[in-house]
Each structure stands twice: as C-alpha cells, then as structure tokens.
C-alpha cells in the first residue's frame, strides 16, 4: 500500500517535470507524393538546379510534420548553399568518372582528393543538417571536426584492415558514437555510451547466418547441378540455381539488413542522453523488414512512384518507435549563445550542404 | 497536438488564434492569442506585444503542418495552419511561390507526372547523347591515346597472342581497305592491326586512338574477303563517331543524373543505370553498321557481306536469338541487324 502510494506520487512528480514525450510525425503519402513530383518536374526542367530548393522544400516537409511535445521541427538551410556544395559534388563525379575513365594519373589523383575530402565532407555536411534543424526556435549543432572525423574515420579504420575486417563493429560504435555525442541542442552536449559488444553481436549473427545459410544452399544445390549422372547441367537447372542464389541473397540482405540496423539503431539511441533526457528507440526486426520489404516491392511494381510513399512510412515508423524520457522539462533548453551570435555573422554563409541526392 | 480555438478577442473583437510563443532563446512556451487588423499585428497572452505587419513574416503553407510567424525580435509563434492566414500574406505583401497550390490539386499534379515522364524521356534519348557528343570533341588526344595503349596491352597480355597470319596475307587485307573510299569526305586516321584472338575467337574492335584490332579466326571465318572489309568498315565507323569516348561520356553522365534524383535507392539506381547504358551502346552499333552500309555501297559492295558474316559469327542471334537479349545486351540481336542491312537500297554490286 505505502509502496504503491510513493509509487504514484513519484508518477505524479515525474508527470509534472516532463516524463516520456514521443516523437510524431503527421506526413501522409498522398500529400508527400504531390509536393515529390512538382519537385521532381522543376528539378528536370531546369536541368537539376531547382533541386537545391526541392531539397529544402523536402526536408521542411519532414521537419515540419515531425513533432515532439506539440512543437514541430524547422528546417532552415539555404538553397544557394545546397545549390553550390551540389555542383562542388557533381564537379568532382564528373571529373572523377569522365576524366578518371580516360587518364589513370588522375584517377589516382582524384582518389588520393576524396580521400582527403571524406572526413570533411563528413563534418559538413552533420554541420549543415545539425545547424539548420530547429526545435522551439532554437538549434542543433555539431562540435565534430576534421581531425576528429579523421582519427575515427582513418586512424580506427587501419585497425579494420590490420584485423581483416574483425574491428568494423568496434570502428562503426567509434564512429557513430562520435558523430552522436558531437551533436548538441541549444547549449547543451549529447552523450553517447553506446557498449562496443552491443554492436558485434548483431554483426556476428549476421555473419553466422550468412555462412550457414550459404554452407546449406551450396550443399542443397552444388549436388543436384554437377551429379546428374556426369552430363553436363541443363540450362533449366543453371537458372534455378541463379534464381535460388538471388533469392537468398535478397532475402538475407533485407532480413539481415532490417535485423542489423534495428538493433544497432536500437543500441547507439538507448545510450543517448542529452542532459536529463534519455533516448529511447525500440525498432522491431520484424516490423522493419515487412516495412522494407513492402517498400520494395511496391517501388518495382510502380516503376519508382511509390518512392515518395515508402519515405513516409519510413518516417513514421522512426517517429513512432522513438522517444525521449525525461526527467525534467523539456522547457528548460536554452540557446548557445556563441554559436547564436556566429549564425547571423557572416560565417554561417560558408556552411556548404555536400550531400548529394534529390 | 495543439488545440487551435479560434475565438473573439476579448477586447477589439477581432477574430484571434491561438499560438505558443518562443522567445528563440529558450525551448518555453507561451501561450498567447494573436490578432491581426491589417496593419498591425496585435499578441496578448503570457507574452504581449504589437508588430507592424511588414516587419513579421509567416512561413509558406506546407501540406497541413504548423504555420510559423517570425517577429523581428527572433521570436516566434507556432500556430495551426488554418485557411486566415491565406488572406494574411497578401496584406502583408508577401506571396509564396505557389506551390503550395500546385501542391494542394491533383490536376497539376497529374500534369506534373506527365511532364516528368516526358522530361526523363527526352533527357535519356536527347540531351546526354547530345552534350556528351559535344563534351567528346573537348577530351585531349593525348589522353584518349593513353586509354588505348593502355587497353591494348591488356589484350595483348591476356585475350591474344601475335597474328599466325602471313605478313603478305595482312598487308593484303590492309592494301585493299586503304583504297576503299569513306563516305562523307574524310576517315578518321587508323591504324590496322591483326592479333591472334586466343580466348576472344572471332572479333574485332576499334580503339579510341584509331588502332582496329582484328583476329585472325575472323578472316579464316570469312569465306570473301568483302566479309572482312565490312566488319572493318563497321569498326571504322566506331571511330569516325568517336562512340568510345561518347559511351563513356553517356554513362557517367547517367550515372550522376540517376544517383541525384534516385539516390537514397542504392542498389535499384545502378542498375537502372546500367540497363539504360546498355540502349546507348546498341545505338552506337546501329551507327557504326548504318556507316558500313554506305561505305561498302560507296566501293560498289553489296552490304549483304556484312550480314553474312553476322550471320556466322552469331548464328543463334541470327534466327532471332532470346527475346531478353533485345534489352539486355550491348549489340542489338543479330536478326535485328541483318534486316537492317538488307532492308538498306540494294547496291550496284547486287546487280
């Protein structure tokens, strides 16, 4: 009785300080659909200039309809900055892929450029997306920088070669952990502990499932096309076979994909605070795959137009399997004030959005 | 959610709405009633203020999400998206850029999805064959040289072996080829050469630098030397058209158009690009055999050699080959090519 009294007193408390605040997220298919191919068309027409703009049309979409405690998202990001880290972007693709094609000295040049780029095209492009997100009027940002995307970018990524690939788990924690606790809101730091064992062992299921899996397919089918009485396989029997392999390897890459990135979606959000707020993210196997899987499917059937279809839903599974659990309000964040001042100098006008894709 | 009650305000009587302030500086809200009388903007509430309309601006309709008026003192009011704030912009002299209209109806909609049927079309049959025609003409010589050399050793290390054929027998071939008038005024300068074709049988390509590669298991194939003055004029044409450099061009250029517009679909975009790659190259060799045609009726030589010898080299194709081969190969099927040829006007050599 006492129990159940403090028990209630202490839900009581937490209710009025904050508790659990699930994120929503409004957007419906049929609306996204319409705002996707006007972007579309006026992409194309004006020979992908206008994508810039259909980028940040897009992301206020998303932005906006996703909702925490009552108050939406805000996207800010400039067109002109998008416009201008896109045609950085397609510049090297071009040269990469047309002169790349033709002269191997560049080719090797180029690659040896990329490779220079990655870790600061990495922090670029988290700063633009971070620095222009916005909750309740004020920001997100990035602390992240070069040197630091550098070391858990290249330095850990030795390790993964030294090792013969055994480290990529422990690199991929490394890395996501440090984009994550770089992140910020207002004044104040994310903090991300995600366990390193949490992420090798979907991984080594995963690689277990894929050795085992392959192990019986080839006792299942290596027999039935070679000891057909020595003679040669048929064609019906080779295609089966290709058949047979294909479905298995679209199988395991959806159904081993959806396992992988649940639970290490799962694990880095369950380890993430910020300040008093707990991250909560309960991503299900199944639920996941059922969703890509669908997603797929209809995407083939409707030559791509169900792509805007598929991004919603997406979303709304995210939204609906995260949460933050609080135990305090989350009225009290507070705009940082030195990056505040920075954003209307004139050094935000040198953020270039490097992400590509419509 | 936000309960948006529209109501009058207590003390004008004009109509207000319900909003959260923010003063941009902390994640607080406030709960304020803002009303408008055209010039003014009037918030009362927790917070309490006057704007002139042209210092606030409201965000753009977006489906049915929250609308945003920012205040020129960094703060802002989240409020539904209801049909007054429509007629609000119009006084305040700003106007979107109406697509949310567009947006909102499915008349353009539909006609946007035509439209982008059509653009993707013409962009994929005219535009990037077109420009990468033009971009073709601006690779250096030098460079498209060292791509060449470069094939060639490969071929030479792996595929072929040193031409078997007598010397007497090469010059031969390349004496009678040099005299062939080209159509359309000059050929691209080449360079013939013959290679024992160990694993790659029968065949013949052309290098970008002018370099025409041919086996010596296509000349025993061919039972009249015209064959393999077809095939070489059907080479030649690969040069005359640059079509290396263009194909080249062609699907990077796809690439990057496919991965901007199509990215976040990984896998399905590549191959998508790939399979749309494939159509450029079989129109390049309906461009080189069109070539051939003319060369061979330019010399008085029936074009029906080159079917022949199609005819020998892909005798499955030739009576049609599988239906999927029509899409999924690099050459159109050998029927295909063979009518072509012959459904070209008949030559003086015929008669």
Redesign the interface.
């Known amino acids: 009785m006492e129990n159940d009294l403090e028990n209630g007193l202490q839900a009581h408390e937490l209710q009025e300080q904050g508790a659990r605040n699930e994120f929503v997220f ?3 298919g049929s ?5 996707w ?2 972007n ?2 006026l ?3 004006t020979l ?1 200039i206008y ?1 810039a703009w259909a980028k940040v ?1 897009r992301e ?2 998303f932005h ?2 996703s ?1 925490l405690a ?3 998202f ?1 996207y800010h990001g400039n067109p002109i900055s998008i416009l201008k880290g ?1 045609l950085l972007v ?1 510049g090297l ?2 040269a990469n ?3 790349g ?4 000295i ?1 080719a090797l040049v180029m690659g040896i450029v990329f490779l220079v780029a990655t870790p600061w095209i990495i922090c670029q492009a988290v700063r633009f997306r971070t620095w222009n997100t916005s ?4 920001r997100l940002g990035f602390t992240g920088s070069y040197a630091g995307v550098a070391k858990v970018y290249f330095l850990n990524g030795l390790l993964v070669l030294v090792t013969l690939g055994f480290a990529a788990p422990w690199w991929l924690n490394r890395f996501q952990r440090y984009l994550v606790s770089n992140l910020r809101f ?1 004044g104040e730091q994310f903090e991300s502990e995600a366990p390193t064992w949490d992420y090798y062992k979907p991984l080594l299921v995963l690689f277990a499932f894929f050795v085992v899996g392959a192990g019986v397919l080839g006792a299942i089918l290596v027999p039935a096309v070679f000891m057909r009485r020595g003679s040669s396989p048929s064609q019906a029997v080779v295609s089966s076979v290709v058949v047979g392999f294909l479905i298995f390897y679209v199988g395991l890459y959806l159904i081993g994909g959806s396992y992988v990135r649940a639970r290490l979606s799962n694990t880095l959000w369950n380890h993430t605070r910020i300040g008093q707020h707990q991250f909560e993210s309960s991503y299900r196997t199944l639920r996941l795959f059922a969703l890509m899987v669908t997603n797929a499917l209809a ?2 059937c409707t030559l ?2 169900f ?1 805007p279809f598929a ?1 919603v839903r997406m979303a709304a599974y995210r939204a609906e399997t995260l949460a933050l659990d609080s135990a305090d309000s ?6 940082h004030q030195e990056e ?1 001042a920075r954003a209307i100098g004139d050094q935000a006008a040198e953020l270039l959005d490097v992400d ?3 | ?2 309960i948006l009650v529209s109501e009058a305000h207590p003390e004008s009587g004009r109509v207000a709405i319900r909003g ?1 302030y ?8 406030l709960d304020v009633m803002v009303s408008s009388d055209g010039s003014s903007l009037y918030i009362s509430g927790e917070y309490e203020a006057r704007w002139d309309v042209s210092a606030v601006s409201i965000s753009e309709r ?5 609308r ?1 008026i920012l205040l020129p003192d ?3 009011i ?1 409020v539904p998206d209801t049909p007054q704030w429509d007629a609000l912009p119009q006084q305040w002299g700003r106007s979107g850029l109406g ?1 949310a209209w ?3 109806h ?1 008349r ?2 539909m006609a ?2 035509l ?2 049927v059509v ?2 079309a013409a ?1 994929y049959v005219y535009a990037l064959p077109w420009l990468a025609g033009h ?1 073709a003409e601006q ?1 250096p010589v030098a ?2 040289n ?2 060449s050399v ?1 094939t060639l050793e490969v071929m030479d290390r792996f595929y072929t072996a040193p031409s078997k054929l007598p010397a007497a027998r090469q010059k031969q071939i390349a004496d009678v080829f040099a005299q062939w008038s080209p159509p359309g005024g000059a050929a691209p300068t080449y360079q013939l050469h013959f290679r024992d074709g160990v694993h790659i049988g029968p065949n013949a390509f052309a290098l970008p630098s002018g370099d025409i590669v041919m086996t010596d298991q296509l000349v025993a194939l061919a039972s009249d030397d015209r064959e393999i003055l077809g095939v070489l004029a059907h080479e030649l044409g690969h040069l005359q058209k640059r079509h290396v ?1 263009r194909q ?2 062609q699907s ?2 796809l ?3 496919a ?7 990984g896998d ?1 975009t590549g191959s998508a690009a790939a399979l749309l790659n494939l159509r450029y190259s079989r129109d390049f060799e309906r461009e080189a055999d069109d070539y051939a045609v003319s060369m061979m009726r330019n010399n008085h030589v029936d074009p029906e050699r080159l079917a022949v010898i199609l005819r020998k080299l892909d005798p499955e194709g030739a009576k049609g080959g599988e239906e999927g081969s029509r899409y999924f190969g690099t050459h159109p099927v050998t029927s295909e090519r063979i009518k072509r040829l012959q459904e070209s006007a008949p030559s003086e050599g015929r008669q």
């Open positions: 409004t957007g419906r609306e996204y659909f319409r705002i191919i006007v579309l068309l992409s194309i027409i992908g994508s049309r206020q979409y906006r309809n909702l009552d108050s939406a805000e896109r397609v693709l071009f892929n047309i002169l094609g033709l002269n191997p560049f909750w309740r009027g004020v207002g995407i083939l791509g137009l792509a991004k989350l009225d009290v964040f507070v705009a505040y590509l894709g419509f | 959610m936000l959260r923010f003063d941009g500086r902390s994640t607080r809200p977006l489906g049915r999400t929250q945003k960094d703060g802002l989240e697509l567009l947006e909102s499915w353009p909609v946007s999805l439209g982008v653009a993707c962009l971009l690779i460079w498209v060292k791509l470069d450099v080249l061009m990077a250029m690439a990057i158009v991965n901007v517009f199509l990215g976040d679909m399905i």
